[in-house]
């Protein structure tokens, strides 16, 4: 049973561009939250996506935008990169009513730098 | 808004020894859940121990246990007879229990073990 996949792994990308990183939940998961995890920081939650909608949102601007598809997967946008979105950037899949002990299952991240 | 604090940057422990991270957190709600995270360094995140508000009595997951104490809004994470694989970073985080809700996570603890 895969868990969550995130690519790519690692992305170099310059100041100003726009990159998007992309997410497959875990299957039977039909809800994908993105967080961002500078360096030496706790994860900070971007937003989650259900039903092909952004459900909730945390304190980010609206160059952070994403998507979900009809197969639950998710993808991150990002527009006019700063030297501060550089970070790491995990997935998290669930259902929409998950199970407390099971219900969360992480991806290993994509390593945004920029440059 | 909810806020989780981790007052320990890095903790060392002897291998078979016992070592206590501590946790606290800020909150209104009534009913949440409180849980340890393990981020090894392949950057997944791992559930480690989750509690709920509403229970009295500590959660406890082989090797670990936790010492919630709701008024003092404290939760701490005992990790007994270390192993180096416990070697990581650990995340304490709080989730309010409506359906849906993101993590609010601390700034982590990294944990040492020595041979």
């Known amino acids: 049973d895969a868990g969550v996949t995130q690519s790519p792994t690692h992305l170099i990308k310059t100041r100003g561009q726009q990159v998007t990183l992309r997410c497959s939940p875990k299957?039977?998961?039909?809800?994908v939250s993105w967080y961002q995890q500078a360096l030496g920081q706790g994860p900070q939650f971007i937003f989650q996506y259900y039903e092909e909608e952004e459900r909730q949102r945390g304190n980010f601007p609206d160059r952070f935008s994403g998507h979900q598809f009809p197969n639950y997967s998710s993808e991150l946008n990002v527009n006019a990169l700063l030297l501060g979105d550089s970070a790491l950037y995990l997935c998290a899949s669930s259902l929409v009513r998950p199970d407390v002990r099971y219900g969360y299952t992480f991806g290993s991240g994509t390593r945004l730098t920029v440059v | 808004a909810q806020t989780v604090t981790q007052s320990q940057p890095e903790m060392s422990v002897q291998e078979a020894e016992t070592v206590t991270l501590s946790c606290t957190y800020d909150t209104s709600e009534s009913d949440y859940y409180l849980f340890w995270y393990k981020q090894p360094p392949s950057r997944q995140m791992i559930l480690v121990i989750r509690q709920e508000a509403y229970k009295q009595q500590n959660a406890t997951e082989n090797r670990f246990s936790v010492n919630f104490q709701k008024a003092a809004k404290s939760f701490s994470l005992k990790i007994s007879d270390s192993q180096l694989g416990d070697a990581a970073m650990y995340f304490c985080a709080y989730r309010r229990a409506n359906y849906g809700q993101n993590f609010v996570f601390g700034p982590g603890t990294r944990l040492s073990v020595l041979p």
């Open positions: 299957s039977g998961h039909d809800t």
